[in-house]
């Protein structure tokens, strides 16, 4: 019965079924060989299956995709005779190179030996991605796999995604031996924090650490640049103990700080977390340092909100001039008519950044007699500046006072220069900044242009909200100038007369002894008794005559516990032992 159903039209077996099912199905397409060992082998279908056979030598290997990997075919590249870019090992020759000692200034010198290492080229590479600060994917750009290949065609470049974790493994290993180095230094450490907010509204916050290591070098370190979620004092406060228990870092001296109202709550977070841990000096009574720099910034803001027109018409000019490159074309042949040789360019200001506008005027200024010729051959310069803000083009008398202007805007920008220094110490360069900028703005008060007098005594109000009250001025500024050998005590308390009325100079020379004494028992109570230890351990009276012997206990009992200011306070603090012993 089955047998006549398989006769019957429109039965067919089962098996005819799926012959046809699998005729009709398209055939999947053979996947790309992406591996770059394919340059070097060709594959071969042979009667026991696909087989890889070299280029160089016709060395064969097996290569089916489910049984075999590319692994043997390297090895082999790397180990063949006849590929042209392998040494013999039969060759007792090494391979020379000249061997740069100094490479970041450019000079080759020396002769050595360099043996290929891919590790190290990969590590190389990743140190070039971090400094430079390129992206991942730069490594996978067809001209960079052509460089490498020229420079070395044993290398193969890794992929983007190897090429992150070489540089995170790389952050871990500089994370570890600066834990070390923070972990084995002898001096307590400073920190400088900021947040700010990206164009994509995410927070942002950076932790930068400062100290001077056992070799007297002074070293800056980023420990973290994190996001943060939101600009509250308690969350800073709480980013930044987080990332010191992550460093394992208690020893902090003080931390500084822009003057937002969220870092007072967050300094005063971590004095409590400080204190908590007791590692504080003095309870934290130094921990909040304003930002000398920031200062200044709002100092000369607040200034120039009452800005000259004569400033403004300068503005203008400029803002025409930049806004057609045929005019600017037109200017620079100006400016060879005049025979002025400057390589300034002319610039705009940014209304939030008083700097810039003082690097408008010092250019502009360069440029007077070519702004000059340029109103008589442009008609339209003339005619469209009498329609703008200034109403006019500017005139002898606009220059000469945007000259003064920028000569009162040099002072801050160069002060501004100086403390924002991080290369060399400037904790000792705070005081005498203070102190220029007090006089420059007592002389400019008594001043007989109105605008000038004006600005300074708006400029001076905003700078005794920062530095006029003597409880809120941290001492170190003044400590600092104490610890320069170049300074002495009654130095700073000449200046302090000097700048402040007597009744705030007669309060702060007072804080600035007690502070002294302060930190000196400080020390002396939490480690003058183990450096005694110490030292006599090290010291045998015995060995010394009634002279030496008295020199001996003027360092061990007089000498030795000051220097807790080497330590704490900088390099400068063994010229105040000096200067005390004397």
């Known amino acids: 019965m089955s047998t006549n159903m398989d006769n019957v039209e429109g039965n067919v077996p089962i098996e005819e079924h799926e012959s046809d099912n699998e005729k009709s199905k398209p055939k999947r397409k053979r996947m790309k060989d992406r591996s770059e060992v394919w340059e070097h082998f060709i594959k071969e279908e042979t009667h026991t299956g696909m087989e890889a056979r070299c280029k160089y030598c016709g060395m064969r290997y097996k290569c089916g995709t489910k049984r075999n990997g590319t692994s043997p075919l390297w090895a082999h590249i790397n180990r063949c005779r006849k590929y042209p870019y392998n040494t013999p ?52 750009g067809v001209g960079f796999k052509k460089f490498c290949n020229v420079m070395e065609p044993r290398f193969h470049v890794p992929s983007r995604i190897t090429v992150a974790k070489d540089c995170y493994e ?46 007297w070098n002074l070293q800056k370190r980023i420990l973290n640049f994190c996001p ?91 803002r025409f001039i930049k806004q057609s490159p045929s005019r600017l074309v037109r200017f620079k042949k100006c400016v060879v008519e005049e025979k002025i040789n400057s390589k300034k360019l002319l610039c705009l200001d940014v209304p939030t950044r008083w700097n810039s506008t003082f690097l408008m005027l010092d250019a502009a200024l360069v440029f ?34 945007v000259r003064r202007f920028s000569e009162f805007l040099q002072v801050f920008y160069d002060l501004t220069l100086r403390v924002s220094g991080s290369l060399h110490v400037t904790s ?22 109105v605008e000038m007098c004006l600005m300074a005594t708006k400029m001076k109000e905003k700078y005794d909200k920062y530095w006029g009250d003597p409880e809120k001025i941290n001492m170190l500024i003044f400590i600092a100038v104490v610890l320069d050998p170049r300074y002495k005590l009654d130095y700073v308390e000449w200046m302090l007369i000097e700048i402040y009325d007597s009744k705030h100079a007669f309060v702060l020379v007072n804080n600035l002894k007690e502070s002294l004494n302060a930190l000196y028992e400080e020390y002396r109570g939490s480690s003058g008794d183990v450096i005694r230890e110490e030292v006599s351990s090290s010291m045998d009276s015995s060995q010394f005559s009634p002279k030496q012997k008295k020199l001996q206990l003027s360092w061990k009992e007089y000498y030795q516990p000051r220097s807790f200011f080497i330590g704490t306070l900088g390099a400068y603090g063994i010229e105040l032992l000096i200067e005390w012993n004397g």
Not at 106 to 124: H, Q
Not at 288 to 303: E, F, T
Not at 432 to 443: I, T
Request: charged residues 30%.
């Open 368 to 401: 007077e007699y070519a702004f000059e010729r340029y109103s008589e051959e442009d008609p339209h310069y003339v005619i469209e500046l009498n329609e703008r803000e200034g109403k006019g083009c500017p005139t002898s008398e606009d220059w000469e006072t």
């Open 89 to 140: 090992k039969e060759s007792k020759q090494s391979l020379l190179s000249f061997k740069s000692n100094k490479i970041e200034s450019g000079c080759t010198s020396g002769l050595s030996y360099v043996k290929y290492d891919p590790t190290v080229i990969r590590k190389a590479l990743s140190e070039m991605v971090i400094v430079d600060e390129l992206p991942f994917k730069f490594v996978e």
């Open 228 to 318: 943060i979620s939101s600009h509250k004092g308690e969350e800073i406060g709480k980013e930044i103990e987080k990332c010191l228990l992550d460093w394992e870092l208690e020893k902090v001296f003080c931390i500084t700080v822009d003057n937002a109202s969220s870092n007072d709550t967050a300094i005063g977070y971590m004095r409590r977390k400080i204190n908590g841990w007791k590692a504080g000096v003095l309870k934290g009574r130094f921990l909040h340092m304003r930002c000398v720099a920031h200062i200044v910034n709002l100092v000369v803001s607040d200034g120039l909100k009452i800005v000259n027109e004569s400033i403004t018409r300068v503005r203008q000019a400029v």
């Open 170 to 215: 790389t952050f871990l290993t500089q994370k570890r031996k600066l834990k070390l180095l923070l972990k084995n230094c002898n001096s307590r450490v400073s920190l400088t924090t900021d947040t700010w907010t990206s164009i994509q509204q995410i927070n942002y916050m950076c932790l930068t650490v400062h100290f001077v290591d056992n070799d």
């Open 428 to 449: 000792n360069l705070f005081f005498h900044e203070l102190v220029s900028v007090a006089v420059l703005l007592k002389d400019l008060m008594t001043n007989d242009d």
